[in-house]
């Protein structure tokens, strides 16, 4: 595994498989020196400095964004935060503009494998090694690559990939979590001779199509050949040499073409999910944790779990490199402020208070994890504590995956089978690879 793939991998997964749900260490030392930092020094109160910090429209609700913490902070330093909010569809490309010209916001919202991949994560922004907070992190991995923290989070939890299920429903008909694809189609079936569709599948939105494939390539890599996304991003390797891939997009068709699933999966889109699942239309969906949390915010009575991919036995489940850290670049026009925001939110009371309110896996040793709730405390026990994760493709693609998507979306219009999805893949793969200037295109 090439150097860079190997220390952005393995510290996400690091920090997905070392979860520790009861923060200890006397972090005391840490949070004083967060707090000094974080008041920085007095003549900053009267400068009325105002820091920009740019985030999707689709990220509004981050914790990190909340009025009352901004005005908080405002109160403590006298430094004002200004939100840029930016169209969710186009946040990438206004962000690329941004860095490019004299138009740098103090602070980015993004996600860390995005950020390596769109935004140029080495050039753009700024290693954040030696911030007074590092010292306190449980793993810090989660927020580096390339070998540094470029990020900053409270928590080290990550979104989780696989089948969101319908828990009373599956206690009702007796049935148990399968552990490969063929006990999955009898699931379906004994689910499907209730009345209940088994599987809702939203293609409209073509991403959707990507959550079973993303998660069984790689727990497949990961037990078969743990460099071959390696030899892929060297193109020493193309995504149809792998016949298992196309057995998997094969099975996800299955679903569909046995009847498991929503008739108008083509015209059906996620945002149509939670009143799916509300309305107990459906019993499961490939899909990430966040739907539970989702469903769970407008009906508490749910009981809805997720176990993993059954794509082959003994599956692992998927883990999103996906997540909402800071950044701030390098070309930030108030660098001491916009790191004194993150050292504001990394005292030991105001980490606290977020974790607390969001139900983060805490990553700082003087903040203590909160009582989670049941399917995510099920999560770590039955897959992260046991170390039955894999980070998804997502996490090894430094690529736009948009292609991808459409391709898997044509499957099911009947426009492709499995293997004239990867061969078309692995054409617009190697393209993308050879704009980029990746080495052996």
Known sequence: ???????????????????????????????????????????????????????????????????????????????????????????????????????????????????????????????????????????????????HVYSFHVSQDTGMQGVVYNKDMFKELGIAIPNNFEEFLAVCEKIKASGVIPVFMPFKDNWAANIWPAAAFADWAAKNEPALFDDINANKKKWADVPEFATFLEQQYDVYKKGYTNADILSDSYDMAVGKFLDKEVAMMFMGDWLIENVTEKDPNMHLGLFAIPSSDDPSLGASP???????????????????????????????????????????????????????QEIVDQYITPKKTALTTDAYMIVDRAELYRLLQDQFAGGLDPEGVLQAWDEKFSQLMKDKGVEGF
């Open 1 to 147: 595994m090439n150097d860079t793939m190997k220390k952005m991998a393995t510290g996400l997964l690091a920090g997905v498989m070392t979860v520790s749900l009861a923060a200890c260490g006397s972090g005391d030392s840490g949070s004083k020196n967060t707090s000094s930092t974080g008041n920085g020094n007095s003549g900053s109160k009267g400068s009325k400095v105002t820091i920009e910090l740019a985030i999707s429209k689709s990220s509004q609700d981050s914790a990190f964004v909340a009025k009352e913490l901004l005005n908080e902070f405002e109160q403590e330093t006298g430094i004002k935060v200004n939100l840029q909010l930016l169209p969710a569809e186009q946040t990438a490309t206004v962000l690329q503009t941004k860095l490019a010209v004299d138009e740098t916001p103090d602070i980015v919202q993004y996600n860390l494998a995005s950020a390596t991949t769109d935004l140029n994560l080495e050039r753009n922004f700024e290693i954040l090694d030696n911030e007074p907070w590092v010292s306190r992190l449980l793993n810090k991995e989660v927020l580096s690559a390339y070998g």
């Open 322 to 376: 996906l997540g909402g850290q800071l950044f701030i670049p390098k070309k930030a026009k108030h660098m001491e402020e916009a790191k004194k925001f993150l050292d504001y939110i990394a005292t030991k009371e105001v980490a606290q208070k977020i974790v607390d309110t969001q139900s983060y896996v805490s990553n700082f040793s003087d903040v203590t994890t909160p009582e989670l709730p049941e399917y995510k």
